[in-house]
């Protein structure tokens, strides 16, 4: 297995697997949360082609796509995050582009166990530590709930420092107003 960085993913048979991969490890999630988690096709298509946005590719032995990342410090090319909110509250961090954002983790459903996710999330950790850097991700409440994502997030990172803070930088919450119609009278 190799993860391999690129910055565009120019190959047809490499993008489609991809949008595979990408499709199979988020569809289920629309149903779970109330923001859409899983991006249109012309959405991924633009993410894969943006220079902005660094790709990590996992690759099994025989070449086969079984992890794909995406992970950026142009706060910018990340859509529904406000950067301005990275440059009130981190305002040197910010200026100097040592803060990343993670867009997705996603392994195959027939990788997952394989340490691919950890890999993944170190070779982006690994960016971000010896630069000092900050990395932030959204993490919506089923995947924290149910899943553990932050705890595994975490964990990961602590894998790699012990000199590292892990905190909920922020939180949205949907609210739904249900009225009957007896009520309404």
């Known amino acids: 297995m190799v993860i ?49 946005v660094q790709k990590y590719l996992c690759m099994d032995d025989d070449g086969t796509l079984c992890g794909l990342s995406t992970y950026t410090n142009d706060l910018d090319a990340v859509p529904l995050i406000a950067p301005e909110y990275f440059e009130r509250h981190w305002p040197e961090h910010y200026a100097a582009r ?7 983790v996603a392994v195959h459903p027939q ?16 960016v971000a530590a010896t630069q000092n850097g900050l990395v932030g991700i959204d993490i919506c409440s089923y995947n924290d709930e149910v899943l553990n994502f932050s705890r595994i997030f975490r964990a990961q990172a602590e894998r790699l420092t012990a000199n590292m803070r892990f905190q909920r930088i922020d ?6 107003y249900q009225f009957h119609s007896e009520d309404a009278a």
């Open 4 to 52: 391999k960085v690129v910055d565009q993913i120019n190959d047809d048979e490499i993008l489609e697997s991809a949008w595979d991969l990408y499709l199979h490890a988020f569809r289920e999630l629309n149903a779970m949360a109330v923001q859409r988690h899983l991006m249109y096709r012309h959405e991924f298509d633009e993410v894969m082609n943006d220079q902005r």
């Open 171 to 176: 939180q949205q919450s949907y609210w739904l």
């Open 111 to 126: 990788a997952q166990g394989r340490h691919m996710f950890r890999q993944l999330c170190e070779e982006m950790y690994v």
């Open 98 to 104: 040592k803060i990343w954002y993670i867009g997705f």
